[in-house]
């Protein structure tokens, strides 16, 4: 779900991003098609043997500004593609219970499987009723169990099990499993038609990282709350990525990427936050800039040198690499055909780069990838990189997802969302060792326009100033949270940088800091009386 913003495009050197990508990988991608594919996106899948089974998401493209998500081009159907023989089969859905059937074919549904067991949760749709809502419901899947169903020609519905629970109203949000618990991240409750103007819409953001764990052994299931991380700046955000992380402490945490939107205002999140049971944890001195939006993405870690790296696949993002190289700045957040990296550097540092080969169209937008099952893992899906040996390697398949056939980059914004469509390709990906060991990036050699800045005092009392020395500051927009993730300030501040803070209790306190629309970064203060 997209917004309307004021277009402004211009050209812009890389902003607090290395110079050099430290994966020294490139890859290499082709393109093909399977009869009878379905062509879905914004649905959930999981895998037994080999087989992927895929429930709900859309059939049709973007939504519209002010339409989208009817019940007509909701995927209602069970297919099954067998990756080995690479064939289609679908299957009936009317054997269970209405209240399981509308959120197995919602969109935008968070999702995660550990061993046989596939959970979704949430989801947003029409239901057949006509009324427009975010599913308040956890399904679990024994894929198993249905995969013998389905494969006796048996009833389905003792492979599923349901609990109606509102904390499960989410759409957009990311389900997560570390050290055995699951983590429901962001996201949103969307209840009504969907309009692009958030002033008149029922939405809620949930503002939180919900950790619970799910007893699977009687009949029914279990849920065991454990807490709720609230944080009303980080988890205000939706159509993220998240995903596994090795720190620089080798301990594994979830990374928070990216997403939309920050609060009071339509951009993109440019701060990366990593959460585990004990909080989050921001990443300063960083901003991630050519991957805002849900795609599929690919964790690879090297023990020997410490080093953690995410590749994105396409999907949108506020910045790309245009025909002349050159880096640009598109507001609209347009389909891109960017692949990018995330580099944690084993001094903690982080770095963002863009490899040198493109998606092959504007492709990745809600799409997911299936991971070649033979390849050396770390832990929890990360890729172990230091086993891999050979020159080009199986990477996996990227599938399904939204399809943008058009050159306009950013159709939602044109009025011709109703072009897109859902992707009829499948994306085949090998990882190939690159003989050089650095890639330099485009535009690299001009200075790293990096957004430094101090708070002074600090500790302060009645007022705080923002003191960059090496950027002239024209706007600045602030957000402040407590220690208890409360948002207790937003200003937008021209030409000048000075935040009354008079009215805040004494206490320690994060601001983050968007400067001239473009660079981000944030810190913490401590208000004294």
Not at 100 to 118: D, G, K, R, S, Y
């Amino acid at each position: 779900m997209k917004s309307k913003k004021k277009l402004i495009i211009f050209c812009i050197y890389l902003l607090s991003t290395s110079i050099y990508s430290q994966f020294n990988y490139s890859v290499s991608i082709d393109t093909f098609r399977i009869p009878n594919w379905p062509n879905i996106h914004s649905f959930t899948y999981g895998i037994v043997n080999e087989s992927i089974y895929m429930f709900g998401g859309r059939l049709d493209g973007i939504h519209d500004k002010n339409s989208g998500f009817e019940n007509k081009f909701s995927n209602d159907q069970i297919y099954r593609w067998n990756t080995k023989t690479q064939t289609i089969t679908q299957y009936s859905l009317d054997s269970l219970s209405p209240s399981m059937i509308e959120p197995l074919i919602a969109a935008n549904a968070a999702f995660t499987q550990v061993n046989n067991q596939l959970m979704i949760i949430g989801g947003y749709g029409q239901s057949k009723s006509g009324a427009y809502k975010t599913y308040p419901s956890l399904i679990t899947i024994d894929l198993a169990k249905l995969d013998q169903a389905i494969a006796s020609n048996l009833n389905i519905g003792s492979a599923f099990k349901q609990i109606i629970d509102d904390t499960f109203a989410v759409a957009g949000g990311q389900l997560e499993v570390l050290d055995q618990l699951y983590y429901l991240t962001g996201g949103h409750r969307f209840e009504g038609i969907y309009k692009d103007s958030s002033l008149v819409v029922n939405q809620r953001y949930t503002s939180a990282c919900r950790i619970f764990n799910i007893d699977f052994s009687g009949d029914t299931l279990s849920i065991d709350f454990k807490k709720e991380i609230v944080d009303e700046f980080n988890f205000h955000r939706r159509d993220f990525n998240l995903s596994p992380f090795i720190m620089q402490d080798k301990n594994e945490k979830l990374m928070c990427f990216a997403g939309v939107f920050l609060v009071n205002e339509n951009r993109p999140f440019m701060n990366l936050a990593a959460v585990n049971y004990n909080g989050y944890e921001d990443i300063p001195d960083f901003n991630q800039r050519f991957a805002n939006y849900t795609c599929p993405h690919v964790g690879f870690y090297s023990d020997a040198k410490n080093e953690m790296h995410k590749v994105f696949f396409g999907g949108m993002a506020e910045y790309y690499r245009d025909s002349l190289d050159q880096i640009v700045r598109d507001p609209f957040v347009p389909f891109v055909k960017s692949i990018s990296s995330i580099s944690r550097m084993s001094d903690g540092t982080f770095q963002e780069a863009l490899l040198k080969e493109k998606m092959p169209a504007y492709i990745g937008t809600n799409s997911e990838i299936y991971l070649n099952p033979q390849l050396p893992y770390f832990r929890n899906k990360i890729i172990n990189l230091d086993s891999i040996q050979k020159d080009s390697t199986w990477l996996g398949y990227i599938f399904g997802g939204i399809y943008n056939p058009l050159h306009e980059a950013n159709p939602f914004e044109k009025n011709k969302a109703s072009l897109t469509l859902a992707n009829p390709y499948i994306i085949n990906v090998q990882l190939i060792k690159n003989k050089s060991t650095q890639v330099q990036e485009p535009n690299s050699s001009a200075q790293q326009n990096k957004f430094e800045w101090i708070l002074s005092p600090n500790p302060a009392t009645n007022k705080i100033s923002i003191i960059s020395p090496n950027i002239n500051i024209e706007t600045l927009s602030i957000w402040i949270t407590n220690a208890s993730g409360k948002l207790v300030h937003y200003e937008k501040l021209d030409h000048h940088s000075t935040i009354n803070i008079a009215s805040l209790p004494a206490g320690m306190y994060q601001i983050y800091a968007l400067m001239n629309g473009t660079a981000f970064n944030s810190k913490v203060f401590y208000k004294i009386d």
